[in-house]
């Protein structure tokens, strides 16, 4: 291992100086009457005694000065939030949020109360607040008890020690990203916990697409298990089946997530081991088939129209758009498709001029169907009848076909779909029809795009450390980087007299032989930021592809808005990464630097996870 003093690497430097940033989060036991926290940069927050939780502003992400009053895992690198008060209302910049004999009041620079933590009886004074182990933060009132506690306000999250009664629910998130009320709820009615989607302008529920139980509460006990209890008392285990849990080595969560899933989660207590959250257990099982099975049908599957559901196997839908379709948003698949030609009326062929087989052809897929959106049924129909009919009619999107030698009586089945289309989904078991999809010439000649492919000649990659964001593990290495990062920092500073900050190319500069990726590039590459790897204070990995001579897969870093200030300060980073030589560490294969994005590509590790190699090395 390298000894700091003696190498005292710029890399390194930056790198502790980073850690001692993040290590000004405050720990704190008791909250006072008039304890305040401001919305800056400072990062301070109440933490729990364990310093599992903090409470306080969490900067949102993609969004500049722009903060949510939340709970979040404070020893997990990308501080999942578990509960936060002002989802609809973010807070600015220097928005400040105190403890006043009232309860907690969120209130704007100009003075504006944002949010007010709700208080059962305004006659009780709060006397102090608290920030638990168990993530749950509670206001006490004078003559004890409590007036408040954020565990029985959930937002999408419940955690171990938390119920639910018969009045409680957990709404979604609108998106991945956004903290913002989503569409999905779960809840109890008429006895049963299901999961509904709501109408987002009334904010009235749908019927339900799944149903959890039956009974009145639902528990999730201190040992991990979620359980219903029903009208007699009795105690049903929901998640994690089976599973042994172990809650003295792992965080648990249930979420119900943006997509509409209700999934269980783990991550190991000590680094060493995954460095993301876990899926155990998710219901439905099948989020793309249970819109179309159950009595929420006339709503659509959560991919939006126009779109192909598939359920991966962690529960999450796989959103995709047929031949012809390309997404309505291209940053958010789950918002549906749209028909790359306009079919009706205008593409029509009303007066016959072109021959309609000009101009279409079929494009197949297996084992998708489209329930609910037919128009027109031909049966019997051989697969030439059901393509003419369709080519040959104006509304006909997309035919759907039974193969006739599949069918009992030997005779096919064709059915005709009209836009939009609903519930499009993919199930290997269950449909066994073909559908064929009725695409304009021009554009099935041009959705052979293949992503813009960099060139593969840089033989000589450099190697880096990627441990930002890795080594946040214990509060004892935390502490000793942070004093570590203080002495190295002013002693390399002064070492090698300002060369890394001022920004004078050395010669090695010269022959980083780095790639210069463009925003696009990596975009395509990771197919638009799709597959997260894991999420860091400094931004969040993707999985993505390039060329074979990068050994195929990428880990592309996008970087957030923290690491973003300035233009020098990220060159001097990639310059100092490409500079550095070891062989145990990760290549730095390229980077973006364009305009408001910055990201770094990387090597991407098959054999798991770095932390579990850095922490080897450490001990
Ligand atoms: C917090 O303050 C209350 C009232 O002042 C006190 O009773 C309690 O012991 C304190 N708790 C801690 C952990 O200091
Ligand atoms: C407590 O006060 C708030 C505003 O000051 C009011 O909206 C609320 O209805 C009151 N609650 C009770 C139980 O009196
Ligand atoms: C649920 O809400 C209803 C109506 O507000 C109330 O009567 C009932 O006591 C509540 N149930 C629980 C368990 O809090
Ligand atoms: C939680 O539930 C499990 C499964 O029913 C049970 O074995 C365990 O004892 C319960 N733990 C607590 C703290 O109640
Ligand atoms: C719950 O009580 C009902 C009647 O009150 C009874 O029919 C049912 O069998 C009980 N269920 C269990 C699991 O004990
Ligand atoms: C999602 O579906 C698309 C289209 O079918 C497929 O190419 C892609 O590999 C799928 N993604 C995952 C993570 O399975």
Redesign the pocket.
Known sequence: MISPLSHCHPFLVILLSILWILATVQAQGNVSLGDFLSANDENIAWQSPSGDFAFGFHPIQDEEDQFLLAIWYAKIPDGTIVWCANRQNPAERESKVELTSTGLVLKDPKDRVLWRSKSLNNDTQASHAAMLDTGNFLIASRNSGNIWESFKYPTDTILPTQELDVNGSLLSALTERSYQDGKYQLRFNEGSLILNRIDMFTGKPYNNYFILGEGSRLIFNQSGYIQIQ???G?LINLAPENAPTDPDSNYYRAILSFNGVFTFYSYPRNPGGSESWSAWWFRPKDICSSFVDSTARLGNGPCGYNSICEPLNNGRPNCSCPPGFSFLDESNPYNGCKQDYTSYPEDCNLDGSTREEDRFVFKSMQFVDFPFSDYGILQPATEFECKQSCLLDCSCAVAILQDPTLSQDGSGTCWKKKLPLSNGHVNRETIDRTSLFKVLKSDASKTNKNPATPNPNDENQNQVILILGVLLGTSAVFNFFSLAAIFLIFFCLYKRRLRVFNGIPSRRDLETNLRSFTYKDLEQATNRFKEELGRGAFGTVYKGELPSSFGNCVAVKKLGKFVQDGEREFKTEVKVIAQTHHKNLVRLIGYCDEGEHRLLAYEFMQNGSLSSFLFGVLR
């Open positions: 029903d009208s007699n009795s």
